[in-house]
């Protein structure tokens, strides 16, 4: 119960965070996608559930936050989520190089989903430059900052949790 509602708090204040103070994250013009690292945290942590719910509420406050339909922050990370949880399993993800090339490669696949659903609803979207310009520096900014993340949530949510059940 503790653990949910820690797990909660967690996930709202980085999405207000991301959504409130922008300016204070940014660089050369990029802001950090927080929420996404928040869902393959608890991918790797916690499984694709954990990471499918995190992408949903995360996402619910930047689609509220923000000008854009309600549900394209959600379905992008909560797709990424699933995604990234399946993989997680069959990696080695114990070394920061790993989680920061996952969180890079994650967040270049949630910015080209969320491009591409933005080009269905608005064709005078401009795909590849967005791509390009905004996309691939945020990625690399979400990704080097990473490890300082994950090192403050492995301390807040205490690691990885115990194997539940028993051993017939």
């Not at 920061?96 to 269905?120: E, H, N, R, S």
Request: aromatic share 10%; charged share 10%; with cysteine.
């Amino acid at each position: 119960m503790l653990h949910n509602l820690l797990w909660l708090v967690t996930v709202v204040v980085m999405a207000l965070v991301q959504t409130t103070w922008p300016d204070f994250l940014t660089l050369q013009g990029r802001t950090p996608d927080l929420t996404l690292i928040l869902v393959v945290y608890f991918a790797i942590v916690e499984g694709e559930e954990r990471a499918m719910f995190t992408g949903a509420v995360g996402g619910l406050y930047q689609d509220v936050a923000s000008k854009v339909d309600l549900g394209h922050n959600i379905l992008c990370l909560a797709l990424i989520a699933y995604a990234v949880g399946r993989l997680s399993t069959r990696l080695v993800t114990e070394h920061p190089a790993v989680k920061a090339g996952l969180v890079f490669l994650a967040c270049v696949a949630q910015g080209i989903l969320y491009t591409m659903v933005l080009y269905v609803q608005e064709p005078a979207t401009p795909v590849l430059g967005n791509i390009v310009t905004v996309v691939v520096p945020s990625a690399f900014y979400t990704a080097l900052i990473t490890p300082l993340v994950f090192f403050a949530l492995s301390r807040l949510f205490g690691g990885r949790p115990a194997p539940q059940g028993s051993i017939a």
